[in-house]
């Protein structure tokens, strides 16, 4: 998970860095939401997430998932 830590700090120092325009390009049907699913279908634009399984996805989504929703 170093690599995407580091690509995380990269988009993080970005000038147009938006959390919120990234929860949206996630949220592909605009359901205030991101699932597993969703998740998965952004990270297959990037070559690092070829390797990310549901298991990491499920970790990723429980962290920081703070209304439990």
Wanted: proline share 0%; aromatic share 14%; hydrophobic share 40%.
């Amino acid at each position: 998970m170093k690599k995407t830590e580091s690509l995380k700090q990269q988009l993080i120092n970005q000038f147009d860095y938006s959390i919120l325009s990234i929860f949206r390009a996630i949220d592909q049907f605009s359901h205030g939401k991101v699932t597993r699913d969703n998740l998965r279908s952004f990270l297959l634009d990037f070559d690092f997430a070829a390797d990310i399984d549901d298991n990491d996805l499920d970790c990723w989504v429980r962290r920081f998932d703070n209304d439990n929703d």
